[in-house]
C-alpha cells in the first residue's frame, strides 16, 4: 500500500489484555443516565455542566477535574446561580466512583452537544 492510498490497514485480530481472554463487559450508567443515579439533583447536574462547559475532557484523565471545576466556580457564585448547597455537591462528586463520573462527564458532554 502506497501513501496515497485511500485503504486502511486493517487490524487481523483483536488484542487481548493480560495475553488470555478478553476483559469482561462491565455495564456502564452512561446510557439511561439519570441524575437521581449520582444521588443529584437536576439542579446539581445543571450546576455541574455549567462549571465543566468549557472544560476538554481527555478520556485518559482521571476526571477529578469536574469536582474542582465546581469547586473554583462556588467562588464566582455557582451555587447561588442554581440555588444548590455548593459544599455539600463537592462533597458528593468527591464520593462518585469511576462509572459514576464516567457517566456525569458522559451527560456534561452530553448536553453540551445538544446545545451545540
Not at 501513501?3 to 452512561?30: D, F, G, K, M, Y
Not at 437521581?36 to 485518559?60: I, K, M, P, R, Y
Not at 462528586?93 to 452530553?110: F, G, M, N, P, S
Request: proline residues 5%; glycine residues 4%.
Amino acid at each position: 500500500m502506497n501513501i496515497q492510498s485511500a485503504e486502511r490497514p486493517v487490524a487481523e485480530q483483536a488484542v487481548a489484555t493480560n495475553l488470555s481472554a478478553p476483559a469482561p463487559h462491565r455495564p456502564t450508567l452512561e446510557e439511561g443516565f439519570s441524575p437521581n443515579d449520582l444521588g443529584l439533583s437536576e439542579s446539581e447536574v445543571n450546576a455541574v455542566v455549567d462549571a465543566n462547559w468549557s472544560h476538554w475532557f481527555d478520556t485518559s484523565e482521571l476526571d477529578r477535574h469536574v469536582e474542582w471545576n465546581v469547586e473554583d466556580s462556588l467562588q464566582d457564585g455557582l451555587a447561588e446561580k442554581w440555588n444548590i448547597d455548593g459544599p455539600a455537591l463537592v462533597e458528593k462528586l468527591k464520593a462518585l466512583t469511576t462509572e459514576q463520573q464516567d457517566a456525569l462527564v458522559a451527560e456534561i458532554k452530553r448536553r453540551r452537544a445538544a446545545v451545540a
